[in-house]
């Protein structure tokens, strides 16, 4: 037996939301009533109010083998975060709901919530609440975040216009690297019996994949430089998912540049090593927690300065269909799917 396993029964529901909860702090004004009643309750004083909630299921979204509960504490609440600032919004209450077997401890619990206060620290959010139940099998997390946004500042997916500029920060197709290069190593792990994972100089992609961050800073540089996207996204699915989406609800058509698309270069070269195209990993590969958005072309100075944002194309008439321009010239349509052809 695991001397340091403390069994949730010793707690009790109640008991263990208290544990749970008991050096929780407030950090925003709007948080008005937090954990221990029937409802929280917030006041945005005059602004808008975004909602937004994901649910992780252990063997669908995650795997324990490989995600420290830390790590995925944290990414739980990283994912709803980005969702809020993908409206142009600030998040600034969350709730936490989790469902456990009795194969986690108290212990296991307590590093979970390491990596959810970590998250709440890092972006100033309230945990106000949640729910703790039993499941029989795994681990699920449910999230809802909640955010404000000055009166109609607030970004849609709808509302890009031909020749827009189509931007996108930080660097696509890292966390699909990494969940490959895990999923493999897993692989190997269970067919050889005591070969250790070889994780070596893969720090860049295996930490985009286990310790995702949110642009928060992205809509702090809209707000200094008084930009209002056009509409925006966050890259949950890969690019051409995400430029799909806009592009339809938009009710317009898109060119991207492949020579644009932003990858690191560790990515690059591990994709490389696996054989496999980096640009098809930006394009079809998921859970960068990027931001895609569209400005309008009178921007375009005040986001070239920002070296997070690269500009990867423009937005089109809805008849001329998306679509990519490749390095060698070559017009491909894109597709949700992944995309193949440059393999
Ligand atoms: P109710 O029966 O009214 O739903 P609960 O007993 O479920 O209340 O929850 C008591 C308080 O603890 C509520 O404020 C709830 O939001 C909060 N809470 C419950 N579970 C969690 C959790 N896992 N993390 C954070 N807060 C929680
Ligand atoms: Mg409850």
Known sequence: MD?????????????????????????????????????????????????????????????????????LGYKSVIVNLSDVYAMNAHPTQITMSIAFSNRFSVEALNEFYEGVYAACDKYNVDLVGGDTTSSQKGFIICVTAIGEVAPDKFVTRSGAKKDDLICVSG??????????????????????????????????????????????????????????????????????????????????????????????????????????DPTACALSGGEDYELLFTIGQKDFDKVSENPNISIVGYITEKEKGSVIITKGGNTHPLTAQGWNALK
Request: glycine share 6%; aromatic share 6%.
């Open 3 to 71: 001397p340091q396993r403390t069994e949730v029964s010793t707690l009790g529901e109640f008991g263990l939301i208290d544990h749970l909860t008991k050096n929780n702090e407030i950090k925003n004004a709007s948080t008005v009533l937090s954990v221990g009643d029937d409802a929280a309750v917030m006041d945005h004083f005059g602004k808008q109010t975004v909602i937004t909630t994901d649910m992780l299921v252990e063997g669908i979204h995650f795997d324990l083998m490989y995600s420290p509960l830390k790590h």
């Open 171 to 276: 660097e696509l197709g890292g966390a699909f690297l990494g969940l490959t290069l895990l999923e493999r190593e897993k692989k190997i792990f269970l067919e050889t019996k005591g070969v250790q994972p070889d994780l070596e100089n893969q720090d860049y992609i295996v930490g985009r994949i286990l310790k995702p961050e949110a642009r928060r800073d992205i809509i702090e540089f809209f707000e200094e430089k008084e930009i209002q996207p056009t509409s925006m996204i966050d890259i949950s699915d890969g690019l051409s998912s995400e430029a799909l989406h806009i592009c339809k609800k938009s009710e317009t058509g898109c060119v991207l540049y492949e020579e644009k698309i932003p990858i690191n270069e560790m990515a690059r070269q591990f994709a490389y090593k696996l054989e496999l």
